[in-house]
């Protein structure tokens, strides 16, 4: 579904990722696991064209990435999570919920996601009317998430869902994207809470200062030594 081969991006005279390659096929869960710094956020930027690549191939579904324009990307079937959740502040819910369907305009379809949404976050039902400014950051992280499924994404790529919350949130937020694998919706998932994110995933991918220098099955690599060491606690 997707494939990034040899992806180099610089800030300036700073080179933040060095010849990345990575895959994520449908289905699956894939995390990029690092410190803050080693370029995960970059590497998501960069694949939904909000940041340009020095050198690389970024190809989803046979499409070079970087021959479309940003706005253009989710018409291919990919949302962006991003890092902070930028939910609109003065909208309501449902009003934000409605401009992640701003590509769609079948009324029925958008109300069918709009119900599926709201399955999957009951609360955000309940706050429908309820300016996103006033939500506790656990509600705008879902409200952000469900904002991207508005937009009936083939494959989602969430950055830093759990930053920034409570333990229990976190359970909840992981909860949800397990449910949403269990669905068949793709995820790649950046984050810093390594073993939440391994425990999720199928596969994933540790950067190091912008240099892939693991990757392998999550369960494989929740038992690894370096990984144990260095993002686990252990």
């Given at each position: 579904m997707l494939k990034v081969e040899n992806l180099n991006v610089a800030y300036g005279s700073i080179h933040a990722l060095h010849d990345i390659s990575l895959t994520v096929n449908d289905g699956e869960v894939v995390s990029l696991i690092g410190a803050n710094g080693a370029g995960k956020t970059t590497t998501l930027h960069t694949i939904t064209g909000l940041k340009g690549a020095m050198s690389g191939t970024i190809e989803y579904d046979g499409t070079d990435l970087r021959k479309i324009e940003p706005s253009h990307i989710i018409k291919l079937g990919m949302a962006h999570v991003p890092e902070g959740r930028h939910v609109f502040t003065r909208m309501s819910v449902q009003e934000?919920?409605?401009?992640?369907?701003?590509?769609?305009?079948?009324?029925?379809?958008?109300?069918?996601?709009?119900?599926?949404?709201?399955?999957?976050?009951?609360?955000?039902?309940?706050?429908?009317?309820?300016?996103?400014?006033?939500?506790?950051?656990?509600?705008?992280q879902m409200l952000a998430m469900g904002r991207a499924l508005m937009s009936n994404p083939k494959i989602v790529l969430m950055d830093e869902p759990s930053m920034g919350l409570s333990p229990l949130l976190v359970k909840e937020i992981f909860h949800i994207i397990k449910t949403l694998h269990d669905n068949g919706i793709t995820v790649l998932l950046v984050e810093q809470n390594a073993k939440m994110a391994l425990a999720v995933s199928d596969r994933a991918y540790v950067l190091e200062t912008g240099t892939i220098s693991m990757s392998g099955k999550a369960s494989d690599l929740l038992r690894d030594d370096k990984v144990k060491k260095a993002y686990l606690g252990a």
């Open positions: 934000n919920l409605e401009m992640g369907s701003f590509i769609m305009n079948d009324k029925a379809e958008i109300k069918k996601n709009m119900d599926m949404v709201y399955e999957y976050f009951p609360r955000l039902k309940e706050r429908k009317k309820q300016l996103a400014g006033t939500l506790s950051g656990g509600e705008q």
